[in-house]
């Protein structure tokens, strides 16, 4: 970090050179300007906004509201690993240190979560049927006490099919969901009806009208998700959506929660057709192909025409994914850098010519990719790339899910060693992954947008006045591609030859003269914590020692403290290197 006098600072204002990376006031072609009324993570304390007028790179800012989508909700594996004291540990930092405000996560109704009983329970022996179903929340109650004692919420996604409801059963993950149609309709809906009017006894309706109501996960993917057609899905939805409504019509409700894009037809009928996949499987170029969303479309259509109330559009964006060709093998697929912003702006249009052009959007699962078991989740090259999606999409949803803040995720059983390629910005230790670091630095931006650059923003707290910035070298080599999955942390390091150093440069002017800034700075020499794990030989099981020694690794970012000289221009001129992400936070401002 250099600190320029003021003699040799370029003149921006005057015909000279403009600085690498600025770029001042309105939309950039590759990062949009956020429009939407989002306030910020947790406000910090109060601190005099400067008393001067601020000027980045010789321009007046015109401020613009910037809305963090990346911490309104972070998603987590399903209800029961909620009740271990890990998980909850690991969600109160999620909380508190990254400012996410709502939880979703699958299997409230799943049978290890006691919900729906039709027995008394025998043990050693079949239990007793009882003459009426009945409903027990003793173990959601826990959950969902744990969760609002943090000051979060619940996204609630109703599912999956309790046992004794479920027209067919164990359809998929270690933990044997039941991804079914009900047996009876007339239950489920008297399941979802009483749950819902418990947690309004429990916690009161002011309270539950600001959970949103998810109904059901990825019905789409069948025969895991979901074993019916695409029709009772939507049926299952509207007879779920209107009960909702019946208890208070100010209870917010929508769906579908499928998953991803596609450029095929494989879903444009009641169920999957592994046959239109095969051009898809077999194509040189993927990114060439028109990606749509899945079931978005025929979802608003069908509850317009059967008075379906919809509050809300979920689904979830994933750059990779699979592709079944005519070999019946899945094969993987990579799409470009900027899939999920433009399948955002797809998206926009669908709903807009829809019957529910005031729909919100929320992205209840997304990641670099759904794969558990990829090792680039656990990568810095993760935590650039989501802080470059993340920055670029903030004006194109009302949140987008993190899928997830813990490795505690059971959805193939826990993960083999601690670095496993768990989705998790924390590992199960608790150890803090790379990706852990950029959503920090996320929830440490202003709730005003000063600057937008491709490589960056400076934000202001609209309470406090308070300024952040967040830069990050993508490399410009990766071109067009994404970071892709790997099997391996071995695999991933291909990428660390990716790309030179980017030079960041900005002025601000305007700021209190002695006031201090704390920048911090991830690559791959500080905080790459897999890369530690690696050099110690990758062991499967951690001794106490090495569990220590890796938590100290993981936080050991580069740090430094700059103050504002008296002429009160910060000037940052830093040589970032390649995949390296760069936050800037002002501390208490020293008063004139």
């Not at 000027?55 to 987590?76: F, K, Q, S």
């Not at 043990?123 to 003793?138: A, C, D, K, Q, R």
């Not at 990719?369 to 989501?386: E, M």
């Not at 949140?399 to 199960?428: C, K, M, Q």
Request: charged share 25%; aromatic share 10%; hydrophobic share 40%.
């Amino acid at each position: 970090m250099k600190t320029m006098p003021d003699d040799e600072r370029p003149d921006t204002m005057s015909g000279g050179p403009v600085p690498d990376d600025a770029v001042s006031g309105g939309p950039t072609p590759d990062g949009p300007i956020p429009d939407g009324p989002v306030s910020g993570g947790p406000v910090p304390d109060a601190a005099a906004p400067p008393s001067a007028t601020l000027r980045i790179d010789g321009t007046e800012p015109a401020e613009v509201p910037l809305r963090h989508i990346w911490n309104e909700c972070v998603g987590a594996g399903r209800a029961h690993e909620a009740l271990r004291a890990d998980w909850q540990e690991h969600f109160r930092e999620a909380v508190g240190v990254l400012g996410a405000r709502y939880v979703r996560f699958h299997g409230v109704f799943h049978d290890d979560m006691f919900v729906y009983r039709t027995t008394n329970g025998g043990g050693f022996g079949p239990g007793n049927p009882l003459p009426e179903p009945v409903y027990t929340f003793s173990y959601v109650d826990k959950v969902f006490d744990a969760i609002l004692e943090t000051g979060a919420r619940p996204f609630v996604e109703l599912g999956f099919m309790p046992r004794e409801l479920a027209r067919d059963t164990e359809t998929v993950f270690w933990w044997k969901a039941h991804g079914s149609p009900p047996a009876d309709l007339d239950r489920w809906v008297e399941l979802v009806t009483t749950t819902v009017r418990h947690w309004i006894d429990r916690y009161g309706i002011e309270e539950v009208r600001r959970w949103p109501f998810e109904v059901w996960n990825e019905p789409n993917l069948v025969p895991h998700f979901w074993t019916g057609t695409r029709t009772e899905y939507f049926e299952l939805y509207g007879a779920t959506a209107r009960a909702i409504k019946a208890i208070d019509p100010a209870l917010q409700v929508g769906g579908p929660s499928t998953s991803v894009f596609v450029p095929d037809d494989r879903y444009r009928g009641e169920t999957e057709d592994r046959t239109q996949e095969y051009a898809t499987a077999e194509a040189d170029d993927v990114d060439a192909l028109v990606w749509r969303p899945v079931w978005i479309e025929e979802f608003l259509d069908w509850c317009a025409a059967h008075d379906a109330p919809v509050d809300f559009v979920t689904t979830h964006l994933y750059p990779t994914d699979y592709a079944f060709g005519a070999d019946g093998e899945g094969h993987a697929i990579s799409r470009y850098a900027d899939a999920t912003p433009d399948d955002l702006v797809a998206l926009h249009e669908v709903i807009a010519r829809s019957a529910f052009p005031r729909a919100a959007i929320h992205i209840t699962e997304w990641s670099t990719s759904p794969s558990s078991r990829d090792a680039v989740h656990d990568t810095v090259y993760a935590a650039t790339s989501i802080t470059r999606t993340y920055l670029r999409c903030a004006d194109l949803a009302d949140s987008i899910s993190y899928w997830t803040f813990t490795d505690v995720f059971e959805e193939g059983g826990a993960g083999i060693g601690p670095f496993h390629g768990g989705f998790g910005l924390v590992n199960e230790q608790g150890i803090h992954k790379p990706t852990f670091h950029a959503m920090a630095m996320l929830a440490r931006l202003g709730d005003r947008l000063l600057l937008s650059t491709p490589h960056g923003v400076l934000t202001r707290d609209g309470a406090t006045g308070r300024l952040a910035g967040l830069f990050f070298n993508y490399p410009e080599e990766m071109g067009r591609a994404s970071v892709g999955s790997q099997d391996t942390y071995a695999a991933t390091r291909g990428l660390a030859d990716v790309g030179p150093a980017r030079r960041i440069r900005h002025r601000v002017e305007g700021l209190a003269p002695g006031a201090r800034f704390q920048v911090e700075i991830l690559d791959l020499e500080h905080g790459n914590v897999a890369e530690t794990w690696h050099r110690l030989g990758e062991p499967l099981n951690l001794t106490r020692e090495e569990t220590a020694r890796l938590r100290v690794e993981a936080d050991a970012l580069r740090r430094e403290t700059i103050t504002v000289p008296p002429s009160g221009a910060l000037d940052l001129d830093v040589d970032l290197p390649a995949w390296a992400l760069m936050s800037v936070t002002e501390q208490t401002p020293a008063h004139p």
